[in-house]
């Protein structure tokens, strides 16, 4: 993964596909539009696990916290075509119980969560990346090996927290049309 400022990777992208690694908007309402049809989450795992030192510097939480781990795909509603592929880190205890009820019946994308419960936040970017797709990733979008991916991960800050870490990717063959 690379630091979004002065990327050269952004450089050779095309709009669309800039526009997904750098929006600070809902990626579900941008493939939406996209698309023109609804988006649905594919919940592939859903489980609370433990924070190790990676999660717990990661999230500003202390070793061991209990956190969220959501692994989804975001397909077209209409088509089944499989949009996008996330993991998601969302500390518990920084989630209201309504917002965690939500969060734990895995069907409803995080951004349309945090619009049911009216949280006021922000998306900080903080790093975007290009590599090659492995397991999971090649099987989910259908691709050969060697094909690259392109991903970023960003944070949802509320009440200058992260309330979720997210890791978005796609593949790079994806999203290629021109505006």
Sequence with gaps: MIDVEGSELLE??????????????????????????????????????????????????????????????LKDGTTDRPLLYAISLAPLSRLTDEFREDLLRADIPIGKIMKIHGLEFRRELVAIGKERATGRVIQIFGLDEGEYILKRVYNIIHRKEILISIMEAFPASAYLEVI
């Design 12 to 73: 050779r992208l095309p709009f669309l596909q800039k526009l997904m690694l750098l929006t600070d908007g809902s990626m579900t309402l941008l493939l939406e539009i996209y698309t023109g049809h609804p988006v649905v989450v594919e919940t592939l795992t859903q489980k609370i696990i433990m924070a190790n030192e990676d999660i717990a510097l990661r999230l500003g939480v202390a070793l061991g916290d209990s956190v969220n781990y959501r692994e989804v795909i």
